[in-house]
C-alpha cells in the first residue's frame, strides 16, 4: 500500500553556479510530498499511521529547513539536491515502511520527483 502526507515550508536559497535571476537570494514556500509503502497491518488496518509519519517528516525535514537559508545546509540547493537531501534524512528513520518517492515543488508548476536510486 502506498501512504502520501504532503507539507509547506518556506526557506530562501540562491545558487552559486547558476547565471540567471536564481544566483540571487530569494524565497520559496516548497511543498513537500512524501511517499511510504508498507503492508497494511492487519490489526490497525493501516500501512503507516499519518501521525506517525507527520511527525517525522516534521522532525526530521521541516523543523530543519523552514524559515532557514538552506545554503548554509546544503551548498548547492538546487531542488535536486534538497530533496535527495530529504531522502537520506528519511531513509533510514523508517521503521516497517520504505520510502517510496519525494515530490518537492519549488513553485506551484515546477516540481523533481526522485524515487531512490
Not at 33 to 39: G, L, S
Amino acid at each position: 500500500m502506498r501512504v502520501t502526507k504532503e507539507f509547506t515550508f518556506d526557506a530562501a536559497h540562491n545558487l552559486p553556479n547558476y547565471h540567471g535571476k536564481c544566483e540571487r537570494l530569494h524565497g520559496h514556500t516548497y511543498r513537500l510530498q512524501v511517499t511510504i509503502d508498507a503492508p497494511i497491518d492487519p490489526e490497525t488496518g493501516m500501512a503507516l499511521d499519518f501521525v506517525l509519519l507527520g511527525e517525522l517528516v516534521q522532525r526530521e525535514v521541516i523543523d530543519a529547513l523552514d524559515h532557514r537559508y538552506l545554503n548554509d545546509i546544503i551548498p548547492i540547493s538546487s531542488a535536486e539536491n534538497v530533496v535527495l537531501w530529504m531522502w537520506a534524512r528519511l531513509r533510514e528513520k523508517l521503521r516497517h515502511a520504505r520510502l517510496a518517492e519525494l515530490r518537492l515543488w519549488e513553485t506551484p508548476t515546477s516540481s523533481v520527483t526522485y524515487r531512490g536510486e
